[in-house]
């Protein structure tokens, strides 16, 4: 099966910058990808999340 950028018929690059805009950003972290998936299972009101993050950084 073809990834998604070839379907699309757009090259790939080894990206020796680091993050960059113009590079697509990053690579994400199994962690991070696992989390976001969980996240997109539901629906939440967005300044709630935002007031629980606030005061989990705090």
């Given at each position: 099966?073809a990834?998604?950028?070839?379907?699309?018929?757009?090259r790939?690059?080894?990206?020796?910058?680091?993050?960059?805009t113009?590079?697509g950003?990053?690579?994400?972290?199994?962690?991070?990808?696992q989390?976001?998936a969980?996240a997109?299972s539901?629906?939440?009101k967005?300044d709630?999340?935002?007031?629980?993050?606030?005061?989990?950084?705090?």
């Open positions: 099966m990834g998604v950028y070839e379907r699309l018929g757009v790939t690059v080894v990206n020796a910058v680091g993050p960059a113009r590079l950003g990053t690579t994400l972290d199994p962690e991070v990808l989390a976001m969980e997109a539901a629906c939440v967005i709630e999340l935002q007031e629980r993050a606030g005061q989990i950084i705090a």
